[in-house]
């Protein structure tokens, strides 16, 4: 018997092969239903925080370009548009235009920042030790650092807010005189 054959099989077992089938399907399709959930609380939290779902979308689309190229020509199309329209002063086509230029090593310093604060993998795709490679790699630990350190007080000062509390010192003294003796008093 071939794969995907099944003619050669009795009717309860066409019966039992498909209940196989449908059972990976729905709990497939249950795996989706809860991503797709995640995503909505995700989204919901990202616009709580001022982020639109269609800035999330641009930005996961241009991350997972194959070629990183066609979200760079879809930008000059639209600023092309919205020369036309004069919603935006004309720049000939020049997306760099109004704004100083970046050079090579601050290209390479924001692609490595972005992988660490967006916890990718540690690997800059330069040769190993060059100067790139080691350019890249001290913008992603900054970028992971101040991720790292960063996100939690955010965090918590966004949940403050949404509850009108405030954040929790850091110290265990909420006055701040964990630094004084008792022995001044």
């Known amino acids: 018997m071939t794969a995907g054959h099944n003619s050669e099989l009795n ?3 066409r019966q039992k092969l498909f209940s196989y089938y449908h059972q990976k399907d729905r709990d497939i399709a249950a795996k989706i239903k809860a991503l797709g ?5 995700n989204r919901q939290n990202a616009k709580a925080s001022g982020f639109q779902a269609s800035k999330l979308d641009h930005y996961l689309k241009s991350f997972l370009a194959e070629d990183q190229q066609k979200p760079v020509d879809k930008l000059k199309s639209d600023r092309e548009n919205l ?3 004069g919603l935006i002063p004309d720049t000939g086509g020049d997306l760099l235009a109004q704004v100083d230029r970046v050079d090579g090593d601050q290209l ?3 692609k490595g920042y972005h992988a660490g604060l967006t ?3 540690r690997v800059s795709g330069y040769d190993g030790g060059s100067a790139d490679d080691k350019l890249w790699l001290e913008a992603y ?4 650092r101040e991720y790292e350190t960063d996100i939690p007080d955010i965090l ?3 949940e403050a807010a ?3 509390e405030e954040p929790a010192p850091d110290s265990d003294d909420p006055f701040g005189t964990d630094d004084q003796s008792d022995e001044a008093a």
């Open 11 to 13: 009717e309860k077992d």
């Open 37 to 41: 959930d995640e995503k909505k609380a």
């Open 83 to 85: 020369a036309w329209l």
């Open 108 to 110: 390479i310093q924001a």
């Open 119 to 121: 916890n990718l993998d």
């Open 141 to 144: 630990d900054a970028g992971k």
């Open 156 to 158: 918590a000062r966004i």
């Open 162 to 164: 949404r509850t009108n």
